[in-house]
């Protein structure tokens, strides 16, 4: 058996959460990561029918029996999981009965995955079924998507213009859009069926005055689609008390979707 502390995807993993804590996005034991991993990597370092201990998930998850995941854990600090990642992660299985998590590696201290499992499995079956390559949900608290969510209108259509319309990379990296939930109680099965329900439409989903989720095929994926949009919310509170001279507009925002052959969602460019 390998090393699994030599892993790419255990030190990939680590290191994103690394890197999302110096960006400032997930102070104390603020945000969580999932990544959905292929059996075939994880048995070069784990013996997968060896199950440590097993933790009841509080949902029912039948489309995800037998998949392989790697979690943060609850109540951990993303800035402590490079040093530390066998307290601070764990990696699970979907048991058959798909509604336990079977830990096969990590929550060393005994602990368990975040309190937000819901929203993360149940984003991963809705993100899987119009994606079979994603792989990836992330959760964090970036600074200015969550301030932007003080000073703007949340409806969705509106929220995602305003993003677009200030760099131009936007329309290239989120041609789908951002999905907007108002505020919510956070780790709870609604906040989780709510997240997964836009997830169906958008990769990214804003929880009003709390932070966002973000899905990807990896981690580059969803860590540089999240940092995309947090690059936009900062200008658009950079340049908000000023007298805007000029933005992007619609026909250019055409022009970018033609160029870069992507598409958004009906009516959401104005003509
Ligand atoms: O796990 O971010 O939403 C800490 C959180 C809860
Ligand atoms: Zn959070």
Request: hydrophobic share 40%; charged share 25%.
């Amino acid at each position: 058996m390998k090393n699994i502390f030599e892993a790419k995807f255990l030190t990939d993993f680590t290191s994103t959460l690394a890197n999302m804590y110096r960006l400032g996005w997930d102070e104390r034991n603020g945000g969580n990561l999932s990544v959905m991993l292929e059996e075939e990597e994880v048995k070069e370092y784990l013996d997968i029918n060896n199950v440590l201990r097993t933790i009841p998930m509080g949902f029912y998850a039948p489309s995800l029996v037998g998949k392989i995941f790697i979690v943060t854990g609850t109540g951990k600090y993303f800035k402590n999981a490079q040093g530390d990642p066998e307290t601070n992660v764990g990696i699970f299985k979907v048991a058959k009965d798909g509604e336990t998590a079977e830990l096969l590696w990590g929550y060393k201290d005994g602990g368990k995955f975040t309190s937000e499992l819901p929203a993360h499995l149940m984003s991963h079956i809705e993100r899987l079924k119009v994606n079979p390559n994603n792989r990836v949900i992330m959760h964090t608290h970036p600074i200015n998507i969550l301030s932007m969510t003080f000073v703007h209108s949340l409806d969705e259509r509106e929220f995602t213009r305003t993003l677009w319309r200030t760099i131009t990379e936007c329309m290239v990296v989120f041609p789908d859009g951002v999905g907007v939930l108002p505020w919510m109680i956070c780790g709870t099965n609604e906040i989780g069926i709510a997240t997964a329900e836009k997830m169906q439409k958008f990769r990214v989903v804003v929880w009003a005055h709390h932070g966002l989720y973000g899905a990807g095929n990896d981690l580059d994926e969803a860590f540089g689609l999240i940092e995309t949009v947090e690059k936009a919310a900062e200008i658009y509170l950079k340049i908000k008390p000023f007298e805007i001279q000029s933005w992007i507009t619609d026909p250019q925002l055409k022009e970018i979707a033609k160029r870069f052959d992507v598409t958004y969602p009906e009516g959401w460019v104005e003509d």
